[in-house]
């Protein structure tokens, strides 16, 4: 089994900035994509941003390019959400995924374990 755990939400005014963390634990992988996404009050979740093994390839949701950036460290088997000029709008339950292997894809059904989510409030 593997364990992710979300830190680093929080509330926040607009144009402000939220790191946030996913830590894995428990079974390892010789090499794993990881995914953020979120689940705004009353709407389905959605994408947000993957980021591949090496870290040589990262995808991001409509909505948060140029805003958003993905990061991972290997050593410590952590992915990091940077996200910055926050909206009203990015409002959610943030979760990150794991997928079992290496390639970054923008769907939920691509994903195999999955974090409790972390709560992000952005303030207008």
């Known amino acids: 089994q593997v364990q992710l755990v979300e830190s680093g939400g929080g509330l926040v005014q607009a144009g402000g900035s939220l790191r946030l963390s996913c830590a894995a634990s428990?079974?390892?992988?010789?090499?794993?994509?990881m995914g953020w996404f979120r689940q705004p009050p009353g709407k389905e979740r959605e994408f947000v941003a993957a980021?591949?093994?090496?870290?040589?390839?990262?995808y991001y949701g409509d909505s948060v390019k140029g805003r958003f950036t993905n990061s991972r460290d290997n050593a410590k088997n952590t992915v990091y959400l940077h996200m910055n000029s926050l909206k009203p709008e990015d409002t959610a339950i943030y979760y990150c995924?794991?997928?079992?292997?290496?390639?970054?894809?923008?769907?939920?059904?691509?994903?195999?374990?999955w974090g409790q989510g972390t709560q992000v409030t952005v303030s207008s």
């Open positions: 995924a794991l997928r079992g292997i290496g390639t970054v894809v923008a769907v939920r059904g691509g994903y195999d374990y």
């Open positions: 980021i591949s093994w090496r870290g040589g390839s990262t």
């Open positions: 428990g079974r390892t992988f010789s090499n794993y994509a």
